[in-house]
């Protein structure tokens, strides 16, 4: 079965600083793994993805994460934090062979303090 | 606007009432998912749609539960005889086929039941 842990629940940083939320996964299968964010009132929006191509990702509002097989870790990463980033964040694993079925990590609440 | 949208975005009903939510996915998109979010954890997955056919349905959808995707194009989700547990956001998303392709998520609706 195919699961995402996301290690902190909660995380908070300063304005300026880097920010770091972790995230483990759990496939038998070359994964396809996502971060969504999700602002309060909005709906979820794709950061970035990874489907086995390069094992650094790139995404929006100058976001990226790692895919690191060993470490079976998809951590997002942003050097510089911004006051508009405070948000819920969801790492996902695409289910192989479900229908592109999406499993949710429990979710890190992102605060940015000035 | 050409995203994926719900209605209606908030609904308050009481104990035992029936409602049903509507789900306008993007429209070149056949692949259309309903998922269900509780407070403080990540959407969890109800069912999919391949144009009109339902193909898939979590066990979390119990009988009360049904839903609906008429020509394949806007869906339906009925909640009978509605219980507290059942408050909620209900998410819909859609996304085309073939391979990883990643899922577009309306806003809600998020359901109370008093």
């Known amino acids: 079965a195919q699961s995402v842990t996301q290690l902190d629940s909660h995380v908070s940083v300063s304005e300026g600083t880097p920010v770091l939320l972790r995230c483990n996964y759990s496939?038998?299968?070359?994964?396809?793994l996502f971060w969504y964010v999700q602002h309060p009132n909005k709906g979820l929006q794709l950061l970035l993805k990874y489907t086995s191509a390069a094992t650094l990702v790139k995404g929006i509002n100058g976001f990226e994460a790692e895919f690191k097989k060993s470490e079976t870790s998809f951590h997002l990463t942003k050097p510089s934090a911004h006051m508009s980033d405070a948000a819920e964040y969801f790492c996902?694993?695409?289910?192989?062979?479900?229908?592109?079925?999406?499993?949710f990590g429990a979710g890190t609440r992102l605060a940015v303090h000035p | 606007d050409t995203g994926v949208s719900q209605d209606p975005r908030h609904k308050i009903t009481k104990r035992g009432q029936n409602v049903t939510f509507r789900c306008d996915p993007i429209s070149e998109h056949n692949r259309l998912y309903w998922y269900r979010q509780t407070l403080g954890q990540g959407p969890e997955f109800l069912t999919y749609?391949?144009?009109?056919?339902?193909?898939?349905k979590s066990r979390l959808l119990s009988d009360r539960f049904s839903a609906e995707r008429p020509k394949g194009s806007f869906s339906t989700l009925e909640i009978q005889r509605t219980e507290q547990g059942d408050s909620a956001m209900y998410l819909c998303a859609s996304s085309a086929t073939g391979g990883r392709t990643e899922a577009f998520f309306g806003q809600g609706t998020r359901l109370t039941v008093v």
């Open positions: 749609f391949q144009n009109e056919a339902q193909l898939e």
């Open positions: 496939s038998s299968y070359s994964p396809s």
């Open positions: 996902v694993v695409m289910v192989a062979g479900g229908y592109n079925k999406l499993i």
